[in-house]
């Protein structure tokens, strides 16, 4: 069973560019949601993807974007990076359901300068 | 904003000893969840509790639910140096499909 894995798993950029984060979900599972996690505190929810559609989001704005795939692979895009941006992003993949379990890959460490 | 939050913010034991950790939320719930960090790591499920349920046990792992106090805990027995992570309780307020809201979790430390 492959588990959930991102890349890149360092990044630095500077206040204004743009960044493409990447995720490739656990075999058998449809759902792929994206968590920002500030340093020290816990994640906060950005959105959700469910059959390439977003389906939930959080309290971010829209130059966070995202995009999932046929095989439910996913990208998480940020426009005009603000040094607040500057955090680990978190891809977890589920099985669609309110009882199915996050599984987590290990993060990308976003640095804006 | 955060949902949940968990009490201690950080907790230091010795080896052996048993460690809990607490998690209060706001609004209703279908299940809440525990999940463990270790340190610039992803976040690993530990167990979930549904609603209608008031203990559950895995392992080491001890998991109480009050809905209607609007807690939980999470008690670690006979700790291992290796279980020294992040803890964090997580809720679903909307109960839209896991889409998750994490509390700021507690720091252990197991010394040996």
């Known amino acids: 069973e492959t588990g959930v894995t991102q890349s890149p798993t360092h990044l630095i950029k500077t206040r204004g560019q743009q960044v493409t984060l990447r995720c490739s979900s656990q075999s058998g599972h449809n759902t792929v949601s994206w968590y920002q996690q500030a340093l020290g505190q816990g994640p906060q929810f950005i959105f959700q993807?469910?059959?390439?559609?977003?389906?939930g989001r959080g309290n971010f704005p829209p130059r966070f974007s995202g995009l999932q795939f046929p095989n439910y692979s996913s990208e998480l895009n940020v426009n005009a990076l603000e040094l607040d941006d500057s955090a680990l992003y978190l891809c977890?993949?589920?099985?669609?359901?309110?009882?199915?379990?996050?599984?987590f890959g290990n993060g990308t460490r976003l640095t804006v300068t | 904003s955060q949902q949940g939050e968990e009490d201690p913010q950080a907790l230091s034991i010795q080896e052996g000893e048993n460690a809990t950790m607490n998690c209060s939320y706001k609004t209703s719930i279908n299940n809440l969840q525990w999940y463990r960090q270790n340190s610039g790591r992803g976040l690993v499920h530990l167990i979930l509790i549904r609603s209608n349920e008031r203990e559950k046990h895995s392992g080491r792992l001890r998991v109480t639910l009050d809905t209607s106090k609007k807690s939980s805990s999470l008690l670690i027995t006979a700790s291992r140096a290796a279980d020294t992570a992040s803890y964090f309780c997580?809720?679903?307020?909307?109960?839209?499909?896991?889409?998750?809201?994490f509390g700021g979790g507690t720091r252990l430390m197991v010394k040996p």
């Open positions: 993807y469910y059959r390439e559609e977003e389906n």
């Open positions: 977890a993949s589920s099985v669609q359901g309110g009882n199915s379990p996050l599984h």
């Open positions: 997580a809720t679903d307020p909307y109960n839209a499909g896991n889409m998750l809201t």
